[in-house]
């Protein structure tokens, strides 16, 4: 795949975890600020100043790409990634039909490179912070769990996307 140009919808950084415990008892406040511009990501570590920066439990799993066309928004049109709780929200590739690729994304202050490697699947969660249905509605589509391989900047914007290395 040749590089094509994408856009970076939203990012999300959250400090904090605000789905803990049971779908039942409702998510935790929202973080001010947690819908970012600009996102500073470190090699190996993740977002700085999210919740699963440099977690070692998280390492390959540190941030999520998610694709926009896959939103629910017939189940809540003002979806977004504050109901996913994913980080990064791209329009016009499809980032799930990618995972076992390395990608760059380009924002104009040069490439972060991602190694893309499972599935972020959807849990109870969706269906309490987007609306019933919404669990079902992103299986196959919920984003992709990923290792940052470069550091970088990403900004919501246009952006090159590229596929640098496939499965």
Known sequence: MARVRIQVVQLLVSPAHRLAGRPADGPGPEGPGEAVRRAEVREGLGLVGDRYFGQRAHRDASVTLM??????????PAVDLRG??????????????????VVGIDCGTGPVTFALNR????????DVTIGPGAQRALRGGGGVRCTPLTDGVLEVGEASFEIVSGP
């Open 67 to 76: 694709a926009e066309e896959n939103l629910p928004v017939d189940i809540d």
């Open 84 to 101: 996913t709780r994913r980080n990064v929200l791209l329009r016009g590739v499809d980032i799930d039909a990618l995972v076992g690729s």
């Open 119 to 126: 599935p972020a699947r959807p849990c109870a969660w969706m």
